[in-house]
């Protein structure tokens, strides 16, 4: 059965080469070649290359790494990417597809994960990246005993948060926070962190994410 365009767009990062092609096009904008993106990152030439072409997935810090480098976040190079995505393969306009006031839970865009699990830590957005200024609203899923990522991340802006399940155990620079079920949290996510979840069961966070300077 043939796969359902807004589905491929939502789960963007699981088609290699609808992605691969977006960042091609975003290193070419950035006017930056494959090796000095390679350099920039650590990685190898070929590492980049096969991303690109759609050969080989890219980890979630990777992909925030990318941004980072080309200066755009991420909720809003998979949002434009997801637009793009849908403008080319539906017969209606995209202002009645993508831009509904009200739009099903499925419709949140898949940035880590996957949405079919339980297993795996998932980060969705819940709502669409329209401008640069905008704040990325997230859902956080960690199953038990697990992070999100395996290296601390950085986030350009704020980060404020409300744990909606279970307990967030989370890392800045070298100290450690916790906050429990109804409990709210913020600092500069500038700072290198990690979320754990140490539990034996789900945790579930909603995240916002606000651009520094506003």
Known sequence: MKPNPTEIADDIIQHPKLLGESLRRLRLVSEMSVQQTADALGVSKSFISMVESGQRGIKFEDLLALMRLYKYPLA?????????????????PLEQTALNVVQPRSHALLMAGDRLTTTRPRLLLLRPLRSLGDSEWLELMLPAQSQLTERPLTLEGEVRGVVQRGTLLFTLNNDEYRAKEGEEFCFDGRMPHIFRNYLTEPLVVTLVITPAGL
């Open 76 to 92: 809003w190079f998979l949002t434009k990417t997801r637009d793009s995505f849908l403008q080319s393969t539906l017969d209606k």
